[in-house]
């Protein structure tokens, strides 16, 4: 007790040189000080008072500096001669917890949505054709970014500031929840059907969604594309791996191993290793047959079902995206009701700022 007064006074001396503060009475609930106005500037009171309670409390109670802020202060002034400050502690834990938690959770959900852009954009396939990945850590940034301050609102009472955080969080929500609808949208075509005497399923370009084709297939994107695909050592491997046909038939390649690498299963070529293979009489049962080359920079890049062997693989690897991003969005619109509700019920029980506390007599 004496050591607070003590240091109480010596704060007041050493910031205002003016200020002095009493100690009336001190509970575990609530800290009561009188503070005389005598020789004092009323302006800079209160500034002076929230500086220094922030201070010692954060030394003798263990309570982070911010937090001081969600003390619930009433201002009286008997006689106008001096303040009598009352510094309720009761909603100040749960305030806290409930601020913080929220936040830290909503920080975490962040995390799945930038980690999903960044292993997409160490995907090959992903890597060349650049669609998803960026706009996956866009938001997963702004989510992060957000949630820090949603974080200093909460703690430093910012009303506008938390104001923010709840419209640009609802307007994040909308723009997750798009972005998962049309990532399920585009996934939800491309079955593929089963390619004659192989193991594997071959895919042709109508069985995907019209959008994801186009993004692909237009000529300048694809020569683009085609180069990135070409540069990766996906059809070179194939060689290393598998030296006997049954092996590489049995293989479980991916589907744009499949589509680029080597002839369509209807054309009839003769297996020589994965990526060179004997022309046969008749190569007329589709364009592709005449596109293959055992040219190991050509191969079957210019072909349609390299190009669906891609679509299918994206298509792959986005579904499983979208599940993971689907399930953040669940909880991250549970946490931000639960925020949402929150700061609704403390707005609406009068304790969102500590000026709603001055009582006047």
């Known amino acids: ?63 982070p500096f911010p937090v001081i802020c969600h003390y619930s202060i009433r201002f009286i002034r008997p006689q106008r001669k001096d303040i009598l400050i009352i510094l309720d502690l009761t909603d100040m834990a749960a305030n806290s917890a409930t601020v913080g938690v929220i936040n830290f959770i909503t920080l975490l959900l962040s995390i799945p949505v930038i980690g999903a ?12 054709v650049k669609i998803l990945q960026w706009p996956l ?35 994040l ?14 996934t939800n075509q491309g079955s593929g059907h089963p390619a004659p005497g192989r193991i594997y399923l ?22 683009r594309i085609r180069s990135c695909l070409n540069s990766t050592d996906m059809c070179s491997e194939l060689n290393q791996r598998y030296r006997i046909a049954q092996d590489f038939f049995n293989a ?53 079902s390299c190009k669906a062997g891609l679509l299918a693989k994206l298509t792959k690897e986005w579904r499983s995206v979208d599940i993971i991003l689907f ?7 549970c946490v931000y009701l639960i925020g949402f509700c929150f700061a609704l019920r403390k707005s609406k029980t009068g304790d969102t700022s500590p000026r709603r506390h001055k009582q006047n007599t």
């Not at 995907?208 to 297939?217: A, D, E, P």
């Open 1 to 63: 007790m004496l050591e607070i007064t003590i240091i109480l006074f010596g704060l007041a001396k050493c910031i205002t040189r003016k200020l002095k503060l009493i100690l009336i009475k001190e509970g575990t609930q609530f800290i009561v000080i009188r503070v005389p106005l005598a020789g004092l500037k009323l302006g800079n009171i209160t500034l002076n008072i929230f500086f220094i309670f922030s201070f010692t409390l954060s030394l003798f109670y263990a309570i």
């Open 117 to 128: 852009g960044i292993w997409l954009a160490n995907e090959p396939d992903n890597a060349c």
């Open 137 to 171: 850590i866009i938001l997963g940034i702004s989510i992060a970014v957000v949630a820090l301050l949603g974080f200093v609102g909460g703690c430093w009472r910012i009303t506008w500031l938390l104001i923010f955080y709840l419209f640009a969080m609802f307007i």
């Open 173 to 186: 929500i909308l723009v997750f929840a798009c972005l998962v609808v049309l990532i399920y949208l585009i």
């Open 202 to 223: 071959e895919h042709d370009l109508d069985d995907f969604s019209g959008w994801l084709r186009r993004k692909v297939t237009n000529p300048y994107k694809w020569d």
């Open 252 to 304: 479980r390649l991916t589907s744009i191993q499949y589509g680029c690498c080597m002839p369509p299963a209807e054309c009839g070529y003769s297996y020589i290793n994965p990526t060179y293979w004997l022309t046969p009489n008749n190569t007329a049962a589709s364009m592709d047959c005449l596109q293959w080359s055992n040219d190991q920079m050509q191969l079957c890049f210019h072909c349609d």
């Open 327 to 333: 399930i953040t969005l669940v909880v991250l619109i």
